[in-house]
Protein backbone atom coordinates (compact mmCIF):
# COMPACT_ATOMS: atom_id res chain seq x y z
CA UNK A 1 0.00 0.00 0.00
CA UNK A 2 1.24 3.53 -1.10
CA UNK A 3 0.99 6.63 1.07
CA UNK A 4 1.89 9.64 -0.18
CA UNK A 5 2.23 12.42 2.56
CA UNK A 6 2.05 16.15 1.49
CA UNK A 7 4.21 19.18 2.36
CA UNK A 8 3.80 22.79 2.12
CA UNK A 9 6.39 23.52 -0.50
CA UNK A 10 5.20 25.37 -3.70
CA UNK A 11 6.94 23.35 -5.82
CA UNK A 12 5.40 20.07 -5.14
CA UNK A 13 2.48 20.65 -7.44
CA UNK A 14 4.43 22.22 -10.20
CA UNK A 15 6.85 19.05 -10.33
CA UNK A 16 4.74 16.69 -9.07
CA UNK A 17 6.03 14.87 -5.98
CA UNK A 18 5.57 14.03 -2.69
CA UNK A 19 7.51 15.54 0.38
CA UNK A 20 7.24 11.81 1.50
CA UNK A 21 6.22 8.17 0.65
CA UNK A 22 5.34 5.85 2.51
CA UNK A 23 5.15 1.70 1.00
CA UNK A 24 5.17 -0.66 3.53
CA UNK A 25 7.94 -0.27 6.15
CA UNK A 26 9.98 1.85 3.58
CA UNK A 27 9.49 5.98 3.59
CA UNK A 28 11.33 7.89 1.30
CA UNK A 29 11.99 11.42 1.82
CA UNK A 30 12.20 14.48 -0.84
CA UNK A 31 14.80 16.62 -1.16
CA UNK A 32 13.83 19.11 1.64
CA UNK A 33 15.18 22.45 1.97
CA UNK A 34 14.52 25.08 4.79
CA UNK A 35 11.31 26.43 3.00
CA UNK A 36 7.89 27.03 4.78
CA UNK A 37 5.21 28.73 3.29
CA UNK A 38 7.35 29.56 0.10
CA UNK A 39 9.75 31.75 1.78
CA UNK A 40 13.57 30.61 2.76
CA UNK A 41 14.60 30.14 6.01
CA UNK A 42 17.99 31.39 7.54
CA UNK A 43 18.99 33.14 4.30
CA UNK A 44 22.85 33.08 4.45
CA UNK A 45 23.10 30.35 7.25
CA UNK A 46 23.89 26.60 6.45
CA UNK A 47 23.39 25.59 9.72
CA UNK A 48 20.17 27.26 10.32
CA UNK A 49 18.99 25.87 7.22
CA UNK A 50 19.99 22.45 8.11
CA UNK A 51 17.95 22.14 11.57
CA UNK A 52 15.12 23.81 9.57
CA UNK A 53 15.21 21.63 6.68
CA UNK A 54 15.66 18.34 9.74
CA UNK A 55 12.96 19.81 11.35
CA UNK A 56 10.90 19.25 8.24
CA UNK A 57 12.10 15.76 7.51
CA UNK A 58 11.05 14.74 11.01
CA UNK A 59 7.12 15.93 10.77
CA UNK A 60 7.17 14.34 7.30
CA UNK A 61 8.36 11.07 9.09
CA UNK A 62 6.07 11.45 11.99
CA UNK A 63 3.01 11.86 9.31
CA UNK A 64 4.39 8.48 7.40
CA UNK A 65 4.25 6.72 11.16
CA UNK A 66 7.96 6.92 11.35
CA UNK A 67 10.80 8.49 13.89
CA UNK A 68 13.35 10.15 12.93
CA UNK A 69 15.64 6.75 14.89
CA UNK A 70 14.26 4.79 11.48
CA UNK A 71 16.07 6.65 9.21
CA UNK A 72 19.15 4.57 7.62
CA UNK A 73 20.31 7.25 5.19
CA UNK A 74 20.31 10.61 4.58
CA UNK A 75 21.98 12.48 1.16
CA UNK A 76 23.18 16.27 2.48
CA UNK A 77 23.27 18.44 -1.53
CA UNK A 78 25.35 21.38 -0.43
CA UNK A 79 26.00 24.65 -2.80
CA UNK A 80 29.48 25.80 -0.45
CA UNK A 81 31.22 22.44 0.53
CA UNK A 82 33.51 24.96 2.69
CA UNK A 83 30.24 24.98 5.04
CA UNK A 84 30.28 21.44 5.15
CA UNK A 85 31.43 21.24 9.23
CA UNK A 86 28.73 23.66 10.37
CA UNK A 87 25.96 21.66 8.31
CA UNK A 88 27.95 18.13 9.43
CA UNK A 89 27.41 19.43 13.06
CA UNK A 90 23.60 20.10 13.00
CA UNK A 91 23.28 16.63 10.96
CA UNK A 92 25.50 15.27 14.12
CA UNK A 93 22.97 16.49 16.92
CA UNK A 94 20.55 14.76 15.41
CA UNK A 95 21.60 11.70 14.11
CA UNK A 96 25.13 11.48 16.09
CA UNK A 97 24.11 8.20 18.20
CA UNK A 98 21.38 6.62 14.74
CA UNK A 99 24.71 7.23 12.62
CA UNK A 100 22.40 6.23 9.43
CA UNK A 101 24.41 5.82 6.07
CA UNK A 102 25.07 9.86 4.79
CA UNK A 103 26.50 11.32 1.76
CA UNK A 104 27.16 15.03 1.42
CA UNK A 105 27.69 16.41 -1.97
CA UNK A 106 28.20 19.92 -3.65
CA UNK A 107 26.04 21.08 -6.45
CA UNK A 108 26.02 24.35 -8.25
CA UNK A 109 22.83 25.22 -7.30
CA UNK A 110 19.31 24.17 -5.96
CA UNK A 111 16.29 25.58 -6.65
CA UNK A 112 16.45 28.72 -5.06
CA UNK A 113 19.55 30.88 -5.12
CA UNK A 114 18.92 31.32 -1.09
CA UNK A 115 18.71 27.67 -0.41
CA UNK A 116 22.40 26.44 0.67
CA UNK A 117 21.60 22.55 1.53
CA UNK A 118 18.87 20.56 0.30
CA UNK A 119 18.60 16.88 2.55
CA UNK A 120 16.86 13.26 1.66
CA UNK A 121 16.02 10.69 4.10
CA UNK A 122 15.19 7.44 3.60
CA UNK A 123 13.81 5.32 6.48
CA UNK A 124 12.79 2.00 7.50
CA UNK A 125 10.07 1.31 10.22
CA UNK A 126 10.39 -1.61 12.39
CA UNK A 127 8.81 -2.05 15.67
CA UNK A 128 10.18 -2.33 19.46
CA UNK A 129 10.87 -6.48 18.27
CA UNK A 130 12.88 -5.53 15.12
CA UNK A 131 10.06 -6.68 13.00
CA UNK A 132 9.11 -4.21 9.99
CA UNK A 133 6.08 -2.33 10.13
CA UNK A 134 3.28 -2.21 7.43
CA UNK A 135 2.34 1.13 8.26
CA UNK A 136 -1.40 0.38 7.98
Given at each position: ??R????T??W?S??G?????R???V???A?T?A?S?G?????????G????A??I????????G?EL?H?????L?VT???Q??AI?R??G???????PA?????V?A??D?A?????E????????A???????
Open positions: MRNIAGSPEVVYSRAVVGPVQVGTTAVVLHPGDAAQTRALAIEEALREAARVIRTRYDISWEGVHEVFGALRCSMVQSLIAHLVEIAEAYVWDDGEAGSGE
